[in-house]
């Protein structure tokens, strides 16, 4: 235990032996906040996890920085299928303690498992839906919804107390005893679970000492209220004899009775109860109908996201493996290098190395790709850039000016450092008329051979051109 003030460790006194401040109080609150973090560890350990739940936050309440607390807080949630409060809980401790600390290990075990996190989301979002549900009075679409959650989160408790809700809204009593077990399974002293189980074990299994008690009773004497004042007939006091006559007569008339009761009354009420019975069941498959679209509508998008997902993996994989995909590429530069290594032939590498350039950018390939290019373009520029400047040069000679231009534009672009070809080039463009690209040209050679004759000559044909 370290001492709140200046962090150093605490002694058996009842101050700190470093700074002297008094630690009495604070010692009692340490103790008292691992006392109710043994007391949750306990009894999470026997399953009673809304009881844990309750004495960890209380041993929070003491001291918010209890890492093992929070850690176990959050172990406790994730049992309970409540992910996003347990990854809550692991996050504050990780700030609370960021070196050495198990939470770590907990949070990489969601957040790197990418199936398993979109699983959570899905979950969340289906108990959502399913809550939206109920406040809809669409309770078959929500256990349907809450069957998925549960396929998905077998231990997600609100899942099941929900599921076990509707099953008692419904009079599914086994059903709900069913998810009630479940529940009992995750958390062994749920309250909410526990008062759920009453209800349905009273209807499963009513009391029959209660029941029998209320039938002798019933048995024992016939009682009746006539006005204001109410009748007790012993069952051993038997009527007066009647006459025959009457006696048929009151048959009859009971008989007529009872037929007009049964057309009035019951036969319509047998009527609207299988009227009802009927919309019931419709309600039921038009609630199965929706639940069925709707699954099959999410497994047809889920169909058309993989087939985009197929489509824009088959592009990438032309990428790398088509036709002038980065491997072809890659061949080829490597070719281009063992033919220049092997014979010595620039002009072939160089041709090699145009067709490289024109079908990859920079942006296409990797930076050790375009170093191996620029050390081979290095390599043949200067021989290539003297050949096309002798080409070049005589056609400037020959007055061809187009051809000279082509031929001195490729000796400058193998060896940007030719100041003849520049020059020359810039001379062909003026002698052809091309008086924008003869200026751009001349500047570029002032730009790169400043304080040169060359230079010199360029800056006077600018300004010849710039006066025409």
């Known amino acids: 235990m370290n001492c709140y003030n200046c962090g150093s460790r605490l002694s058996e006194h009842d101050f700190c032996t470093a700074c002297g401040a008094d630690v009495t109080l604070y010692k009692k609150i340490m103790r008292v906040s691992n006392l109710y973090y043994n007391e949750g560890l306990e009894k999470a350990g026997v399953r009673d996890l809304t009881g844990a739940v309750v004495s960890l936050r209380q041993s929070l309440k003491f001291n918010k920085n209890n890492v093992e607390a929070r850690n176990l807080l959050g172990l406790v949630y994730f049992e309970m299928g409540e992910v996003v409060a347990a990854l809550s809980e692991w996050v504050i401790s990780k700030n609370l303690r960021p070196q050495k600390n198990v939470a770590d290990v907990y949070i990489n075990m969601i957040q790197n498992n990418a199936s398993r996190l979109e699983s959570i989301n899905q979950t969340i979002k289906k108990y959502n839906q399913a809550l939206a549900y109920c406040l809809q009075d669409s309770k078959d679409l929500a256990v349907i919804q809450l069957k998925k959650v549960l396929s998905l989160n077998p231990k997600f408790l609100r899942a099941h107390q929900l599921l076990a809700l509707l099953y008692i809204d419904s009079e599914q009593w086994e059903k709900a005893k069913k998810e009630l077990v479940k529940c009992s399974e995750v958390d062994a002293n749920n309250t909410l679970t526990r008062r759920y189980m009453k209800e349905v074990d009273a209807m499963l299994e009513p009391d029959e000492g209660v029941r029998g008690e209320a039938k002798r009773k019933k048995d024992e004497a016939v009682r009746y209220q006539s006005d204001n004042e109410i009748i007790i007939q012993p069952l051993g006091v038997k009527e007066p004899k009647r006459s025959g006559v009457s006696t048929l007569l009151n048959l009859v008339i009971g008989l007529a009775i009872g037929m007009a009761a049964i057309y009035f009354l019951v036969l319509p009420a047998a009527v609207g109860k299988e009227r009802e019975k009927a919309n019931q069941q419709v309600l039921q498959i038009s609630g199965q109908l929706d639940g069925k679209t709707s699954t099959i509508a999410e497994m047809e998008q889920q169909n058309e996201d993989l087939r985009t997902e197929i489509e824009e993996l088959e592009a990438k994989l032309n990428g790398y493996v088509g036709e002038g995909g980065t491997l072809n590429t890659i061949d080829g530069l490597l070719e281009a290098a063992k033919e220049y290594l092997n014979t010595g032939d620039v002009v072939a590498t160089a041709e090699r190395l145009q067709e490289i350039a024109d079908t990859v950018t920079r942006e296409d390939a990797s930076e050790s790709f375009w170093n191996l290019y620029d050390v081979l373009f290095a390599k043949i520029g200067p021989e290539m850039s003297a050949s096309y400047y002798a080409t070049g040069s005589k056609a400037y000679g020959d007055a061809l000016y ?26 062909a463009y003026m002698r052809s008329e091309d008086n924008e690209n003869a200026i751009a040209t001349y500047e570029k050679v002032i730009e790169l051979f400043p304080d040169t004759q060359v230079a010199n000559r360029a800056q006077s044909y600018i300004k010849q051109l710039q006066s025409e």
């Open 402 to 427: 187009d051809d000279a231009i082509k031929d001195l534009t490729q000796a400058v672009y193998y060896d940007p450092k030719n100041r003849d070809a520049l020059f020359t080039l810039g001379n």
